[in-house]
T-cell receptor, first 108, second 117 residues
Framework: GQQLNQSPQSMFIQEGEDVSMNCTSSSIFNTWLWYKQDPGEGPVLLIALYKAGELTSNGRLTAQFGITRKDSFLNISASIPSDVGIYFCAGRNNDMRFGAGTRLTVKP | GAVVSQHPSWVICKSGTSVKIECRSLDFQATTMFWYRQFPKQSLMLMATSNEGSKATYEQGVEKDKFLINHASLTLSTLTVTSAHPEDSSFYIC?????????????FGPGTRLTVL
């Protein structure tokens, strides 16, 4: 099936550091999306990518749609304490599949 | 824009009772709504997809008679957990999608935490 492998599972970083996480798949996706979920809340869309090779930024966040359409990465620059949460990648064709999530902890 | 609400935000019920969860798209018409469940520290698992006015499509392993979905309008979908048991305790999240050409992206509700005693 269309399984997504998201890594790392968790990250513990110091405030101000940059963060990078990625998702890979054995299948091609037409759309890649990145969500952030705070505890007890639903996921919030951060960035949507629609074209292979596309590089999109949203403030301190940057995401890229891999040229093979089988992977995507998300970078967070100059992390701050409110970046804490779980980040999910999702790949979409006719349906949507989620990665297992990356739990980010930012130490002040 | 693209706000999705859920009600209730949390519910505690006795084993054997039924619980209804509402999902509303507040500022757009949702052609499709999705229901997910999420166990602690795990990813979202799609339960079913519903299009307004038609029967929901359930994922493999999800009992349609236990998780009743009604998508009566373009802004409201309901999930009813019938004869709930403790193993049904979970975080249930809906999402809604509208078709704007390629911008067919899901917007998530805040989730409903169900605890079955």
């Amino acid at each position: 099936g269309q399984q997504l492998n998201q890594s790392p599972q968790s990250m513990f970083i110091q405030e101000g550091e940059d963060v990078s996480m990625n998702c890979t798949s054995s299948s091609i996706f037409n759309t890649w999306l990145w969500y952030k979920q705070d505890p007890g809340e639903g996921p919030v869309l951060l960035i949507a990518l629609y074209k292979a090779g596309e590089l999109t930024s949203n403030g301190r966040l940057t995401a890229q749609f891999g040229i093979t359409r089988k992977d995507s990465f998300l970078n967070i620059s100059a992390s701050i304490p409110s970046d804490v949460g779980i980040y999910f990648c999702a790949g979409r064709n006719n349906d949507m599949r989620f990665g297992a999530g990356t739990r980010l902890t930012v130490k002040p | 824009g693209a706000v999705v609400s859920q009600h209730p935000s949390w519910v505690i019920c006795k084993s054997g009772t039924s619980v209804k969860i509402e999902c509303r798209s507040l500022d757009f018409q949702a052609t499709t709504m999705f229901w997910y469940r999420q166990f602690p520290k795990q990813s979202l698992m799609l339960m079913a997809t519903s299009n307004e006015g038609s029967k929901a499509t359930y994922e493999q392993g999800v009992e349609k008679d236990k998780f009743l979905i009604n998508h009566a309008s373009l802004t409201l979908s309901t999930l009813t957990v019938t004869s709930a048991h403790p193993e049904d305790s979970s975080f249930y999240i809906c999402s809604a999608s509208y078709n704007r050409g390629r911008l067919d992206t899901q917007y998530f509700g805040p989730g409903t935490r169900l605890t079955v005693l």
